[in-house]
Structure formats: structure tokens, C-alpha cells
């Protein structure tokens, strides 16, 4: 009793009062029952064996239910007053354990009759306070508040556990979509890699293709001005010839006799043979350009290029693609060129 505050030892003491009362209570009214069955049974003189065992069982059966009825209503007693104790301690949100075992300590037993005789043979018993009931639970004042907060904390509590098990769970949904995500961006690089292979191997048969038709090209071009430059040798014979004629014709017409004279007419005829070649050698020049633009359009619409073009402008926006769906799912990734 000594760790307990003086409010605590007061509350024993009645406890220990009343106990004291009912255990006085209890010890009169066996004498009464004595009393009364010897009033009731021994009113002869003499008994045989018979009939004091019987007296002696009667009066044994009634204090045994006597006795019985006591305790039972001792131990219900004792709940009851374990009950107040325990709503007082459940309107603070508390827990009250209770040791069993130590109820038949005997030591622990032989200190609290040493308690009860040292407060009622000593005359040291603390004054009673005006009520024998517990304090009442109230909801207004200083006690009422407190057990808001208790509430709202514990609310508070139940509601923070709630969020932790709702994020561990999205933790969990983000872990699973991670790997999915990083399966997914897995498959997407073989992809890329499978599309530039491709993408490699299609630039390398469109480079040879185009240098296949570039040597055609050129090699139709050389024959082709071989073949005006056969053509214009004929012309320009034939014009040459044309020429000779003329200047013989000149020659023949001119009358002069001095050499000066024939200077002039021959610069004359070098200047118009000279006009007529560079007439020649322009109109050859612009019809091999022609040649080389005509090619290079039949060239460029041919459909082994349409087909080329077209397969590289499709693979180059699926790897479009692919790297914006990359991005998506990791937006640090690095692409190797």
C-alpha cells in the first residue's frame, strides 16, 4: 500500500471497512443460526446417537448454504466494485491487467491484514469523504476536452494507418508497373536495334542500288555524247566542207592583188569558222544537259527508288515512335547514334 497515493489508500480502507462489516455480519448470523436450530431441535433432555447426528447434519447443511450464499454474494460484490475500477480506467483509454496469481500470495496476504489492523486498532484511519461513489464520468470541463483529444488522436491514428497501408500499396503498384516499364522499354530497344539494323542494311542496298544506277547513268551519258559528239562530227564535216566552199567561193570572187588585201579576206573567214564551231560546241553542251536531267528524272521515278523511299520513310517513323513510347516510360534514357 505504501506506493499508492493517499486517494488510492482512502479508497482501500473503505473497501476494508466494508469488508470488515459484512465478515461481522457474517460471523452473527451463524451464531443466530446455531441459536435457532438449537431452540428449535434440542428440546429434550436426552438424544440418542441417531438423533444428534441428525441435529449436528441439519445444522451443518444450513450454515453450509448460509455460508455458500455469503461467499457468492462477497465474490459478486468484488466484480462489481472490479467493474467501477474498470470503466474509470476505459474512459482514460486504458487497460487494466489483473495477476491471479498473486491472489493467494501469502505474504502479500499477511500485508494487507497487517494494513487492515493498523488502521482500525490504531484508531488511524483517514476521514471519509462526504460521498461513498465513484466520481461521476463527465463530458464538459477539463475532463471532457482531454477525452476529445484522446478521440481525436486516436481517429488521427487509425487515419494514419490508413494511409500507410493505402502507400504501401500504391509503393507495390509502382514497383509492378516500374518492371513492367522497364520489360516493356527492354523490348522496345531490341526493337530499335532490329529497326536500324534494318534501316543500316536498307541505306546499303539503296547506296549500291544508286551507285549501280549512277555508273548506268553515267555510262549512258558517255555513250550518249559519244554518240553526239559522232553525229556532230558529221555535221561539222559537213559543215566544214560547207565552209571550204565558201571561202573558195570568196576566194575565187575576190579580185584583189595585194597581200594585204588577202590578209583581210582570210582573218574574215577565220572569224566566221571560229563564230560557227562555238555555235557548234554551245548546242552540244546544252543537249548533254538535257540528257543528264531527262536521266535523272526517269531515274528518281523509277520504282525500285519510289519502293526504296518509301520503306525508308516508313522504318523512320516507326523508330519515331518507339523512341517517344522509350521516353515515356524513362525519360533519362540515352539513344546511341
Same mark, same amino acid.
Given at each position: 500500500m505504501n506506493t499508492l497515493n493517499e486517494h488510492h489508500v482512502n479508497q482501500f480502507v473503505d473497501i476494508l471497512r466494508f469488508s470488515r462489516l459484512r465478515r461481522s455480519q457474517l460471523l452473527n448470523d451463524i451464531n443466530l443460526i446455531y441459536e435457532e436450530e438449537s431452540e428449535k431441535e434440542l428440546y429434550d433432555t436426552t438424544y440418542n446417537k441417531n438423533e444428534v447426528e441428525q441435529i449436528i447434519n441439519n445444522i451443518r447443511d444450513v450454515v453450509k448454504n448460509f455460508v455458500e450464499n455469503e461467499v457468492l454474494n462477497i465474490n459478486h460484490m468484488n466484480v462489481l466494485l472490479l467493474q467501477q475500477f474498470c470503466k474509470q480506467a476505459e474512459f482514460w483509454h486504458l487497460n487494466l491487467l489483473a495477476n491471479i496469481s498473486e491472489l493467494e500470495n501469502r505474504q502479500l496476504l499477511n500485508?494487507? #491484514?497487517?494494513?487492515?489492523?493498523?488502521?482500525?486498532? +490504531? /484508531? #488511524?484511519?483517514?476521514?471519509?469523504?462526504?460521498?461513498?461513489?465513484?466520481? *461521476?464520468?463527465?463530458?464538459?470541463? *477539463?475532463?471532457?476536452?482531454?477525452?476529445? =483529444?484522446?478521440?481525436?488522436?486516436? #481517429? =488521427? /491514428?487509425?487515419?494514419?494507418?490508413?494511409?500507410?497501408?493505402?502507400? /504501401?500499396n500504391k509503393i507495390k503498384e509502382l514497383s509492378n508497373i516500374n518492371n513492367i516499364s522497364d520489360d516493356k522499354i527492354k523490348e522496345l530497344k531490341n526493337k530499335i536495334d532490329s529497326l536500324q539494323h534494318e534501316? #543500316? +542494311?536498307?541505306?546499303?542496298?539503296?547506296?549500291?542500288? =544508286? +551507285? /549501280?544506277?549512277?555508273?548506268?547513268?553515267?555510262? @549512258?551519258?558517255?555513250? @550518249?555524247i559519244e554518240d553526239k559528239k559522232s553525229k556532230k562530227q558529221v555535221k561539222k564535216d559537213i559543215n566544214d566542207n560547207l565552209i571550204n566552199e565558201k571561202i573558195n567561193n570568196i576566194i575565187e570572187k575576190s579580185k584583189l592583188a595585194d597581200i594585204k588585201g588577202s590578209k583581210l579576206n582570210v582573218d574574215e573567214l577565220l572569224k566566221f569558222q571560229n563564230i560557227q564551231t562555238q555555235k557548234q560546241i554551245k548546242s552540244l553542251t546544252e543537249e548533254v544537259e538535257s540528257l543528264k536531267k531527262d536521266l535523272d528524272s526517269k531515274l528518281s521515278q523509277s520504282s525500285p527508288v519510289q519502293n526504296l523511299k518509301r520503306m525508308l520513310i516508313e522504318r523512320n517513323n516507326q523508330y519515331k515512335i518507339l523512341k517517344a513510347e522509350i521516353l515515356k516510360y524513362n525519360p533519362n534514357y540515352q539513344f546511341q547514334n
Amino acid at each position: 500500500m505504501n506506493t499508492l497515493n493517499e486517494h488510492h489508500v482512502n479508497q482501500f480502507v473503505d473497501i476494508l471497512r466494508f469488508s470488515r462489516l459484512r465478515r461481522s455480519q457474517l460471523l452473527n448470523d451463524i451464531n443466530l443460526i446455531y441459536e435457532e436450530e438449537s431452540e428449535k431441535e434440542l428440546y429434550d433432555t436426552t438424544y440418542n446417537k441417531n438423533e444428534v447426528e441428525q441435529i449436528i447434519n441439519n445444522i451443518r447443511d444450513v450454515v453450509k448454504n448460509f455460508v455458500e450464499n455469503e461467499v457468492l454474494n462477497i465474490n459478486h460484490m468484488n466484480v462489481l466494485l472490479l467493474q467501477q475500477f474498470c470503466k474509470q480506467a476505459e474512459f482514460w483509454h486504458l487497460n487494466l491487467l489483473a495477476n491471479i496469481s498473486e491472489l493467494e500470495n501469502r505474504q502479500l496476504l499477511n500485508n494487507i #491484514k497487517q494494513f487492515e489492523e493498523e488502521q482500525f486498532h +490504531k /484508531n #488511524k484511519l483517514m476521514k471519509q469523504q462526504t460521498t461513498n461513489k465513484l466520481e *461521476p464520468l463527465i463530458n464538459e470541463g *477539463p475532463v471532457g476536452i482531454l477525452k476529445k =483529444e484522446i478521440e481525436e488522436l486516436q #481517429k =488521427e /491514428n487509425k487515419q494514419i494507418k490508413q494511409d500507410k497501408e493505402n502507400l /504501401n500499396n500504391k509503393i507495390k503498384e509502382l514497383s509492378n508497373i516500374n518492371n513492367i516499364s522497364d520489360d516493356k522499354i527492354k523490348e522496345l530497344k531490341n526493337k530499335i536495334d532490329s529497326l536500324q539494323h534494318e534501316i #543500316k +542494311k536498307l541505306n546499303t542496298l539503296k547506296y549500291d542500288k =544508286e +551507285k /549501280n544506277k549512277k555508273d548506268d547513268l553515267i555510262k @549512258a551519258v558517255d555513250d @550518249a555524247i559519244e554518240d553526239k559528239k559522232s553525229k556532230k562530227q558529221v555535221k561539222k564535216d559537213i559543215n566544214d566542207n560547207l565552209i571550204n566552199e565558201k571561202i573558195n567561193n570568196i576566194i575565187e570572187k575576190s579580185k584583189l592583188a595585194d597581200i594585204k588585201g588577202s590578209k583581210l579576206n582570210v582573218d574574215e573567214l577565220l572569224k566566221f569558222q571560229n563564230i560557227q564551231t562555238q555555235k557548234q560546241i554551245k548546242s552540244l553542251t546544252e543537249e548533254v544537259e538535257s540528257l543528264k536531267k531527262d536521266l535523272d528524272s526517269k531515274l528518281s521515278q523509277s520504282s525500285p527508288v519510289q519502293n526504296l523511299k518509301r520503306m525508308l520513310i516508313e522504318r523512320n517513323n516507326q523508330y519515331k515512335i518507339l523512341k517517344a513510347e522509350i521516353l515515356k516510360y524513362n525519360p533519362n534514357y540515352q539513344f546511341q547514334n
